[in-house]
């Protein structure tokens, strides 16, 4: 998909406003404000920025927490890297810095922090172009010493430098999620520069984050995972992934796509949710040892695992057997957090053409089988308590088949019920 788009300074205009005060404050006190990274970015893709970087030039780290306490409360975090937060703006503002490689993976770094560099030497530390552009707000001028601009307007992912790119492995997955959240394609030169790199240095949670990422913000999904194969980076996180069947491969990456139009907006959902269309070309052992490697919690996992079953012996049979399997299988779901509408949207983006998928859809509401309330067993212990049972397996086993009597049967009167077993 081609995006083109236009910017303009008075989009800055509404983004500065916010921070007036902390920009008026920090310029009295002798600093030069500049907004930074993917704040300006986005502005510039006429997007809103949820917050705000900004570096300031010209004045000691003492000096500028001096003169951000007149304006609200102060706190210092990352002292190597001089990071201030204010309590009251979504902002981080630090010195400029810069950074020499000293070790293996994303923190091999020693960081030296100089308030009297010049922007450009200090925007040389970015990954890519796009995120090296700088905004002055007082000068209401754009920074831009390495043609992020234009990379913008061309929908191009380029690095600002080659020697410090591969620095940290980190980047190369980075580069996929802002292709995949921006309709972006990597310069030839950068996807050379990414097929060098050794990501599994790189502690899982961070490779995980960058994942959930392209899954959770990305616009066109098969654009990062495109470059990820490309650049040999999958291979190393997910090789089942990466070894998939060409046919296998382009089916996993259209639902992707389609998945992005229905992604459900509540995050541990809509993670569940990607991950199953990620993951669901694959094998379950497979997927298993994928989920594996994922830094997230247990039952999210467990989640997938379950959509994966249940979904693809739905996919397979183009139906469910019968009324009772429809109660059966909302149980399983909503045991872990899950429910019908979950699996419907997982099997409508795998199959959206299928008719049968749209008559299950039908049946599922029909028959009340998505409503929770449904799924709960009319008979309880303390029913069987009443009628002298004692619990036990025996015990266990009665609830099973008054379940079971509920769901096959539909009755819901528990006196009915206890007819039928006792």
Request: proline content about 5%.
């Amino acid at each position: 998909m081609k995006v083109t788009h236009r910017y303009s300074l008075e989009n800055f205009k509404l983004f500065v406003k916010p921070f007036e005060r902390v920009i008026n404050t920090i310029t009295l006190a002798g600093g030069r404000f500049i907004f930074v990274g993917g704040c300006v970015r986005d502005v510039l893709l006429n997007e809103s920025p949820k917050d705000a970087d900004a570096e300031v030039y010209g004045i000691p780290l003492s000096k500028l927490k001096q003169a951000l306490e007149l304006v609200d409360i102060v706190s210092e975090v990352g002292k190597k890297f001089g990071v201030l937060k204010l309590k009251n703006y979504p902002i981080d503002i630090s010195l400029p810095r810069l950074d020499t490689k000293t070790g293996p993976g994303h923190k091999g770094f020693s960081v030296k922090v100089d308030y009297s560099i010049p922007f450009r030497q200090a925007a040389k530390r970015r990954d890519l172009t796009i995120n090296a552009i700088g905004f002055d707000p007082v000068k209401n001028e754009i920074l831009d010493p390495y043609e992020g601009v234009r990379d913008l307007n061309k929908r191009i992912l380029r690095a600002v430098d080659s020697k410090t790119f591969v620095e940290d492995p980190l980047r190369g997955l980075r580069v996929a999620q802002f292709a995949s959240r921006f309709f972006m394609d990597p310069h030839k030169s950068l996807l050379f520069l990414c097929q060098t790199l050794d990501i599994t240095e790189l502690p899982h949670e961070r490779i995980f984050e960058e994942i959930r990422k392209l899954l959770l913000l990305g616009k066109q999904p098969s654009k990062g995972f495109l470059f990820l194969k490309e650049a040999k980076l999958l291979e190393q996180f997910c090789p089942w992934l990466a070894h998939l069947s060409e046919s296998r491969w382009s089916h996993t990456l259209l639902a992707l796509d389609q998945a992005v139009t229905v992604r459900p907006t509540e995050e541990d959902t809509a993670l569940v949710f990607m991950l199953s269309v990620m993951c669901s070309a694959l094998d379950p052992a497979d997927t298993r040892s994928y989920l594996k490697s994922c830094v997230m919690k247990e039952k999210l996992k467990g989640s997938v695992s379950l959509i994966l079953e249940k979904g693809h012996l739905i996919l397979e049979a183009q139906r469910v057997a019968n009324k009772a399997d429809l109660f059966w299988i909302g149980r399983e779901l909503h045991k872990t957090g899950l429910s019908w509408r979950d699996l419907l949207l997982f099997l409508k983006t795998m199959n959206p053409k299928a008719l049968w998928v749209t008559d299950l859809c039908e049946q599922v509401f029909a028959t009340g089988a998505s409503n929770p309330k449904n799924l709960e067993p009319v008979i309880t212990g303390d029913h069987l308590i009443k009628k002298g049972l004692r619990p036990g397996k025996e015990f266990n086993d009665l609830l099973n088949r008054c379940l079971k009597i509920q769901y096959e049967q539909g009755i819901t009167n528990a006196d009915r019920i206890l007819e039928e077993i006792l």
